[in-house]
């Protein structure tokens, strides 16, 4: 909506709780109870308000119909990135992710179309990924019936996957340097879920500048850009321009194509910086949601055996295939409630207004933070009937045929939605499939006792630590 100069400053932004000047809302949105906050802003004020991370405002959007009003309805305004710290200092504002306007676009257009000639549908990732959970089975055998916490493993799995698609190689799992890459991985996420990774994104202007712990969050993404610079000086010696093997490859040729452009967005920052992206957002969020699906599926013996029965009926002893998702309704049905219920992410990501809107009678100037709180469109009462209870009947109709749902929108939605949703999704049924038809999941402790609920976390779910076992099927 255009506005005219006049009725500006008539207009507020959406109402919230009163900030203290510097400080912000953070005496009343803590650093370790954001969400927790967040719903009690959203019973006062309603779907939409405002809170102030220091001096920045920033607008939540709440439930379906809001959320799918700005992302959808109003796409381009939407599509701005909002402040996001660590990418600014560690990325300097290359890449995707962290990027908007016209970098943001070419970024984004090259990644995807990228990752689609590599296979994102097509038989070569498929492949990867049926190699990939052949290894990862092996492991699990390996474990002889013993308990284990699955993190490493699945970690390990889903982290090759891109491994592969962005340097043309997989590791294997005692691989020293992949183990300080996980690592790295590992300790970023942690660093940004705790409450210094609040404090600091409240405060990171000054924080910045001072020692502290979160030096010591950078330092993983530091030694993340350390580890793809070195990729890319290897991949620059053998680079064959007639045979591109991996996303690495195809941004140095387009590099090289685009020498003469002074403009070209195509230059090792971006590269750097889109790697990083890929790799960071493609490991942790599939490693988690298969995690948290496991523990769903100890929980609920009786789900875990009808996807034993449907894998048994569809695709018997061969290697489950991407074509087999389509035969599989219940499977299928089971991951969309796994996705919807872990709720990985659920703030969103921070994204920003291109230009002044009004919104819902709200005036949002260009520039504003605005989050599409994700954990309240899958959560909403109103789409997801008693949103608390796993229940893949939701996804299914009367004759037992998938039924999709507007409302899932665990990769959010709009021109920012995750990339990486085909190649996540068809990861999450591969490892899936291809574990539950040789192996059953068992734990030792009781369901009654099993905990579903999210451990603390401020910007991702993550579910609570367990061991399983795993029992060899007849
Ligand atoms: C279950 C797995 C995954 C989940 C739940 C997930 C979820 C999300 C969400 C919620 C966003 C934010 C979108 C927004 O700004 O509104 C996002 C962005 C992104 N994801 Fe994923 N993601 C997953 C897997 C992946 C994978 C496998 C890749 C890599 C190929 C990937 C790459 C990205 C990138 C690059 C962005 C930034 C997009 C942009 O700013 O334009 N994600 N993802």
């Not at 891109?162 to 691989?175: A, E, H, L, Q, T």
């Not at 409450?195 to 993983?220: A, C, D, E, R, T």
């Not at 599409?372 to 008693?386: A, G």
């Not at 045929?401 to 995750?418: D, E, Q, T, V």
Request: proline fraction near 6%.
């Amino acid at each position: 909506v255009q506005l005219k100069a006049k009725s500006k400053s008539q207009l507020l932004l959406p109402p919230g709780p009163r900030p203290l000047p510097v400080l912000g809302n953070i005496l009343q949105v803590k650093p370790r109870e954001l969400l927790v906050s967040l719903d009690k802003f959203q019973k006062k004020y309603g779907p939409i308000f405002t809170v102030y991370f220091g001096s920045r405002p920033a607008v939540m959007l709440c439930g379906y119909e809001v959320v799918k009003e700005a992302l959808v309805d109003n796409k381009d305004v939407f599509s701005g990135r909002g402040t996001m710290p660590l990418a600014k200092y560690v990325l300097k504002g290359y890449g995707i992710t962290g990027s908007s306007g016209q970098r943001w676009k070419i970024m984004r257009r090259f990644a995807l179309t990228t990752l689609r000639n590599f296979g994102m549908g097509k038989r070569s990732i498929e492949e990867r990924i049926q190699e990939e959970a052949q290894f990862l089975m092996e492991e699990f055998v390996r474990t002889k019936g013993k308990m284990f916490d699955p993190t490493f493993l699945l970690g390990c799995a889903v982290s090759n996957i891109i491994c592969s698609i962005v340097f043309g190689k997989r590791f294997s799992y005692n691989d020293e340097r992949f183990l300080s890459l996980l690592s790295n991985i590992t300790g970023g996420l942690r660093f940004m879920n705790s409450g210094w990774g609040m404090i600091f994104y409240y405060f990171h202007g000054i924080l910045n500048h001072i020692p502290g712990p979160h030096q010591k969050g950078f330092q993983h993404f530091t030694d993340l850009k350390t580890f793809v610079h070195e990729r890319v000086d290897e991949s620059l010696k053998v680079l064959n321009v007639d045979s591109p093997q991996h996303f690495i490859d195809c941004f140095l040729i387009k590099m090289q194509q685009e020498k003469e452009n002074p403009d070209t967005e195509f230059h090792k920052e971006n590269l750097v910086g889109s790697t990083m992206n890929l790799f960071f957002a493609g490991t942790e969020t599939t490693n988690t949601t298969l995690r948290y699906g496991f523990l769903i599926l100890l929980k609920h013996p009786e789900i875990q055996a009808k996807i034993q029965q449907e894998i048994d009926h569809v695709i018997g002893h061969h290697h489950p295939s991407a074509d087999d998702r389509n035969k599989m309704p219940y499977t299928e049905a089971v991951i969309h409630e796994i996705q919807r219920f872990s709720d990985i992410v659920p703030t969103g990501l921070p994204h920003s207004t291109t230009e002044d809107i009004l919104f819902r009678g709200y005036f949002i100037p260009k520039g504003t933070d605005v989050f599409p709180v994700l954990t309240t469109v899958l959560q909403d009462p109103d789409q997801f009937p008693c949103p608390k209870v796993f229940s893949p009947e939701r996804f299914l109709d009367d004759k037992g045929a998938i039924k999709k749902h507007i409302a899932l929108m665990p990769f959010s939605a709009g021109k920012r939605m995750c990339p990486g949703e085909g190649l996540a999704r068809m990861e999450l049924f591969l490892f899936l499939t291809t574990l539950l038809q040789k192996f059953t999941l068992t734990t030792s402790i009781s369901t009654d006792n099993l905990d579903l609920s999210a451990e603390f976390s401020s910007a991702g779910h993550l579910p609570r630590y367990y061991e399983m076992s795993v029992v060899p099927r007849q």
